[in-house]
């Protein structure tokens, strides 16, 4: 199984020209973890133009790899608009996949229409801890489909091995276009967010679990954000 773990400087680019894509925490993720800012991917899939640039990079890769697959699957939610811009751009079918079933209707986890034993290509906007893809996999492959490639536009670190503990059983082929870090160095370095803030998102990213309960960097958090001006583009 390959996992191709890249800093492509366009896609880097389009998520850093996003104000509204760092946003002043503290917030709790979804793992309970506390983020002192927090990155909004959602944010910058609502500009087309951003979208649009994220899906051809990603196509190029694709075309690249000689990707072979049937239709796409976005994961819910934060997947779909960028598996749908990617299937319009290729003229592929497109569907999306669910973590659980709807519990009406047809109450299917993979939905769109479909052959089976088809082979679909799952995009998704990021990676965690691979829990939500790992969910995703299974219900594409209990459906009667199967999958060899996962793409994410974007993941939390490549340096903590931490986020790829699910690879080795997850069967599939995996690449990622940029990760956090490279993202907050990159903003770092063109003073879109002060350095401050730049810290702050290392810290995070270095223990996601534990930097807010070191007292001298939760100090140092509280500190920041009462500041009124931070020196940098966006503000923060």
């Excluded at 080795?168 to 967010?193: C, P, R």
Aim: aromatic share 12%.
């Amino acid at each position: 199984m390959k996992k191709i773990l890249m800093q492509n400087q366009k896609v880097i680019n389009i998520f850093n020209s996003v104000k509204n894509y760092y946003l002043m925490g503290p917030y709790t993720t979804t793992n309970n973890c506390v983020m002192p800012l927090y990155v909004d991917g959602r944010a910058v899939f609502s500009h087309p133009q951003c979208l649009k640039g994220i899906a051809q990079e990603m196509i190029k890769f694709i075309q690249k790899e000689k990707l072979k697959f049937d239709f796409i699957v976005g994961g819910a939610t934060a997947g779909i608009p960028l598996a749908v811009t990617i299937g319009l751009l290729m003229n592929k079918p497109v569907g999306y996949v669910r973590k659980q079933p709807k519990g009406g209707g047809t109450n299917r986890v993979v939905e769109g229409d479909f052959k089976q034993g088809s082979t679909a290509l799952l995009i998704d906007d990021a990676l965690g801890h691979g829990a939500g893809k790992t969910a995703f996999l299974n219900n594409i492959r209990k459906s009667g489909f199967k999958v060899s490639w996962l793409l994410v536009a974007g993941s939390r670190g490549y340096k903590n091995q931490e986020y790829f503990k699910w690879f080795k059983t997850a069967k599939v082929n995996f690449a990622s276009f940029a990760d956090l870090s490279g993202i907050v160095n990159d903003a770092g370095n063109k003073k879109l967010i002060s350095q401050q803030a730049a810290q702050l998102l290392t810290w995070y990213l270095n223990d996601a679990s534990g930097w807010h309960k070191d007292k001298e960097k939760w100090q140092y958090f509280l500190a920041y954000k009462k500041t009124k001006q931070h020196q940098s583009k966006y503000g923060i």
